[in-house]
């Protein structure tokens, strides 16, 4: 099976701008989850998705959403940039998700974004 | 308080040793354990996942839990150059987050 793949690998934007990152999961995976790594927070939960609903939620700003499509594809997209949002953003899939579940969370390559 | 704490490191091993890696974690009403390995500029892998007290053991790996402490902790036996990463404790919350710690940084010296 393909892994989990990210686009793009690399961004650059500057403050004030909107950006939205791709995750595709692994085939027949329902649940996709999206992390931000930053060098002084570590990785920290931003949501999860499954079958298209947002089942859960981190203590993120409103700025930062996501969706998820029928074929289980998601996005996240990031609001008025601002410089601390320069961060390593994974994505994680699974097939049954984070709630009750012990499967295991595959990761994507991330996608790096430089916020300027 | 962080919800997972890991010791920063740079945990220092001669080759072939065994390096041990703690973890504690504040919510009680975690379920699930995983220790994921990342190396510089790559995302995180699985090496171990655990759910119930006691040991398991893959290969060189042994993760270890204890709820009544709430401790995780993973050894690594025969330490080798290429096991030279951080090492990420992870747990499911009683809210179902994936919560992770800010990792251990490993050095095997050859």
């Known amino acids: 099976k393909a892994g989990v793949t990210q686009t793009p690998r690399y961004l650059i934007k500057t403050r004030g701008q909107q950006v939205t990152l791709s995750c595709s999961p692994i085939?027949?995976?329902?649940?996709v989850s999206w992390y931000q790594q930053t060098p002084g927070q570590g990785l920290q939960f931003l949501f999860e998705?499954?079958?298209?609903?947002?089942?859960n939620k981190g203590n993120f700003p409103g700025r930062f959403s996501g969706r998820q499509f029928s074929n289980s594809r998601s996005e996240m997209n990031v609001s008025t940039l601002e410089l601390g949002d320069s961060a390593l953003y994974l994505c994680?899939?699974?097939?049954?998700?984070?709630?009750?579940?012990?499967?295991?969370?595959?990761f994507g390559p991330g996608t790096r974004l430089t916020v300027l | 308080q962080k919800e997972v704490e890991q010791n920063s490191g740079p945990l220092s091993v001669p080759e072939g040793a065994i390096a041990s890696l703690n973890c504690t974690y504040s919510?009680?009403?975690?379920?699930?354990f995983f220790w994921y390995r990342q190396y510089s500029g790559k995302s995180p892998e699985l090496i171990m996942s655990?759910?119930?007290?006691g040991d398991k053991e893959d290969g060189r790996f042994t993760a270890q839990l204890n709820k009544a402490s709430q401790y995780v902790s993973l050894l690594i036996r025969d330490s080798q150059p290429s096991d030279s990463a951080t090492y990420l404790c992870?747990?499911?919350?009683?809210?179902?987050?994936?919560?992770f710690g800010s990792g251990t940084r490993l050095l095997v010296r050859p």
């Open positions: 655990i759910y119930s007290n």
């Open positions: 992870a747990v499911i919350d009683s809210s179902y987050k994936l919560i």
């Open positions: 998705y499954f079958s298209e609903t947002q089942r």
């Open positions: 085939s027949g995976h329902r649940s």
């Open positions: 919510d009680r009403g975690s379920q699930s």
């Open positions: 994680a899939s699974s097939d049954g998700g984070l709630a009750g579940s012990t499967d295991t969370q595959y």
